[in-house]
């Protein structure tokens, strides 16, 4: 297994980007694995404003240390296989090294996906080249889209459950009192970005729904706006103008919104406080949020149909039901899948949480105790260290 081989990482350290977080969970496995020398080169940021210090990745000082302990290539040293994680994607038509080209795509690809004078297909798969993606759904956006199905490799993400695991009743009962969230109300979550494709709309409307039935429910958001500059505040004044009579002054008073950047201790504290994370994603690549809300012992509500099918046995997530839709432009060369959930059925979904009729705790412990060993960084560290090979 790639044993004596150098493998030379091109990608992102230290930010909370999705493609960061998964490069810094299997830069840590990887280590731990051994068998092959680390490089690892950093790569320019997708936006200029990233940085480590505003945007950390929120590992402990030590997982820090050893993820930017890797070293950078020497000038004439000559890796074995190249791994590339970033975005937009790059190719190097010129290269002769065997190269591993993460890939992840919620809606589909387009030009605009790739790097200038990057966008030909045929050097992702060329030769011992592969494409690497974590769900079968982004997989078959990427066949949509002309890449070879044959070339294309499904390394699933995973969760610490060193890190990620549930609340003790005593912690969840301090977390959730200093959020002043009473034990009566059931807690929904969802840290999704304020985007189309996340749902988040459906989400509040949903929400605002339940407690005009007057149910006793509480909704957590996180605001992304410092990574991507997209503020949860519009989509609230968006819905409040569509929706006047829905979202009332106590509805919106029901709505927390976290604004600073957490760390993965916190992030665990915040799903342990919620009786469920709910997910009616449009497109989702994979939606990690999700398994660690599971990781943490809490349940989730997602769509059917999408990313979240790989690992979201019935026991462990209520599915919604959703329709096929797309947003092609042949013209432009975009290529754009997606599922739509039926509110309907999200509301019935969430009002069964929050009358205590969804799913029951031992058959959501078996499910997700069978869960977790099938989703774990090592594992795909393991399968990404294969494809080295």
């Not at 002309?146 to 969760?159: C, L, N, S």
């Not at 839709?325 to 929050?354: C, K, Q, S, W």
């Not at 099938?374 to 090979?389: C, F, N, P, Q, S």
Request: aromatic fraction near 8%.
């Amino acid at each position: 297994m790639a044993h004596g081989k150098t493998l030379l990482i091109e990608g992102w350290r230290g930010v909370n980007h999705s493609f960061a977080l998964v490069n810094q969970c299997q830069i840590l496995e990887l280590q731990k694995l051994g068998g092959v020398r680390l490089r690892h080169r950093d790569l320019p940021f997708a936006m200029p404003h990233w940085n480590a210090k505003t945007h950390s990745a929120g590992f402990s000082g030590e997982d820090s240390a050893r993820i930017d302990s890797l070293p950078a290539p020497a000038v004439d040293e000559r890796p074995d296989c190249i791994y590339r994680i970033s975005s937009p994607f790059r190719a190097d038509a010129a290269s002769t090294v065997k190269t591993l080209t993460f890939m992840v795509t919620e809606l589909g690809l387009s030009p605009k996906s790739f790097e200038d004078g990057s966008a030909d297909r045929g050097t992702y798969t060329r030769d011992a080249n592969l494409i690497v993606t974590p769900t079968n759904w982004s997989r078959d956006r990427l066949v949509d889209y002309g890449f070879a199905a044959d070339k294309i490799r499904v390394v699933t993400h995973g969760v610490y459950a060193e890190t990620f695991h549930p609340l003790t009743p005593a912690e969840r009962a301090v977390n959730r009192a200093n959020l002043g969230l009473a034990d009566d109300e059931t807690v929904f979550l969802n840290l999704g970005v304020a985007t189309w494709n996340k749902g988040v709309d459906l989400v509040l409307i949903a929400f605002a729904t339940l407690r005009r039935q007057g149910r006793r429910v509480r909704l957590i958001l996180k605001d992304q706006r410092g990574l991507y500059g997209i503020s949860m505040e519009q989509v609230l004044k968006d819905l409040c103008a569509r929706h006047p009579t829905l979202f009332t002054a106590d509805t919106l008073a029901a709505i927390q919104v976290v604004g600073v950047n957490l760390s993965q201790a916190e992030l665990r504290l915040l799903y342990g406080v919620a009786d469920c994370y709910v997910s009616p994603y449009r497109a989702e690549g994979f939606n990690l949020p999700v398994l660690e809300a599971i990781a943490c012992g809490t349940p989730a509500v997602v769509t059917d149909g999408g990313a979240t099918d790989d690992f979201c046995a019935p026991d462990v997530a209520l599915r919604v039901a959703s329709d096929a839709g797309t947003r092609e432009d042949p013209r432009a060369g975009i290529v754009a899948r997606y599922r739509e959930p039926r509110l309907p059925a999200l509301v019935e979904a969430m009002h069964a949480f929050a009358t205590g009729q969804a799913l029951t705790r031992p058959a959501f412990e078996r499910a997700r105790a069978a869960l977790m060993p099938t989703m774990t960084w090592r594992r795909a560290a393991e399968e990404l260290l294969a494809l080295v090979d």
